[in-house]
């Protein structure tokens, strides 16, 4: 074969190799920017506010702020209902789409009056992404556990709770967040979860055709995508991992026995998981609907959870 001709052809396979690399890549760049599309639109949190609630319309006294995450990534609206000389305080954590003004309708804004009047601090705030705070998205307690984190140390550091008197009050994504959160900071003395999942990646799988109109046969792609862009893989959101590191801080598991969104199975599995933990199973009960099916009891059963956590446990404590 003459040389010029063995050139040619060994030209022309270089030529094709480097095409096929680059339809490979390209093709990998656009499934990488579908699922990243995919990723960042079923991710963004709906938000909700009812500018005409606050706990000044149902009997409470606050001051509206400005908080930064603890991670520094985003500023947080809060709001903090104050009782002068009271060391003692409580953190209320909305869930999936909600917000501070917004949850159970007025309710988590009652309860927060309620704490109030009995002597605790509260401290409202709206989660990433969520209500009037700034841009996020769902992290499913993940990342959020910064702004509760925030919480906390606000009412530590600026309104003088001790270290330690600090209570977190989650419901669904919020109970979760609080798990996250108290597992790394030990200034928080108990924690009230509401309806969170132990597992998140199961009740994924679970909506994803309802929730996202894809088949599952995309989920994969936004999983990877998902970890790529944001650090951490969904798999790994599991607060049923974390809930040990709450020992033996008094942990209060509550979930309705018709929850179809997050099965009572994941209350199951965190009270598994926290043996030393209170449980409160509800009868007919769906999804973070503890509060609904009877508010006067529902708030008597926090106000007793958090004055024999943080004040009758830790009596004489310094």
């Known amino acids: 074969m003459p040389t010029r001709l063995r050139t040619m052809r060994a030209s022309e396979r270089r030529g094709l190799l480097w095409s096929l690399l680059a339809a490979i890549v390209l093709v990998a760049a656009l499934v990488f920017g579908l699922g990243a599309l ?29 908080l930064r995450s603890a991670d520094d990534r985003v500023d947080l609206s809060a709001w903090l209902l104050g009782v002068p000389g009271a060391d003692v305080g409580v953190v209320l954590v909305h869930g999936k789409d909600g917000s501070k003004s917004t949850t159970w309708g007025d309710g988590f804004v009652r309860l927060a009056v309620e704490l109030q009047a009995a002597g605790f601090n509260v401290l409202m705030l709206d989660l990433r992404g969520h209500g009037a705070s700034d841009d996020g998205r769902y992290a499913f307690g993940f990342m959020e556990r ?3 984190i925030a919480g906390v140390h606000h009412l530590v550091e600026e309104v003088g709770v001790r270290p330690g008197h600090v209570g977190l009050v989650g419901v669904s994504m919020g109970g979760a967040s609080a798990i996250y959160a108290a597992a790394l900071d030990p200034r928080v003395g108990a924690v009230w979860s509401d309806a969170a999942y132990a597992d998140v990646w199961p009740l994924i799988e679970q909506e994803w055709p309802a929730a996202s109109g894809l088949p599952m046969m995309v989920l994969p792609l936004v999983r990877f995508t998902h970890s790529v862009l944001h650090g951490f893989d969904l798999q790994d959101v599991r607060p049923v991992d974390e809930v040990a590191f709450l020992e033996p801080r008094p942990l209060m598991l509550v979930h309705g026995h018709a929850d179809r969104l997050v099965p009572v199975g994941h209350a199951n599995a ?4 926290a043996p030393w933990a209170g449980v ?3 009868e007919g009960v769906g999804h973070a609907r503890a509060y609904d099916d009877d508010p006067a009891l529902y708030t008597l059963r926090v106000l007793e959870f958090f004055d024999e956590a943080l004040r009758i446990r830790l009596a004489g404590v310094r």
């Open 38 to 66: 995919i990723t960042e639109r079923v991710t963004r949190p709906v938000r909700s506010v009812d500018e005409a609630l606050t706990p000044a319309s149902v009997g409470g006294t606050f001051e509206a702020f400005t």
């Open 270 to 273: 965190l009270a598994a998981a």
């Open 146 to 148: 910064f702004d509760v």
């Open 280 to 282: 409160w199973l509800l």
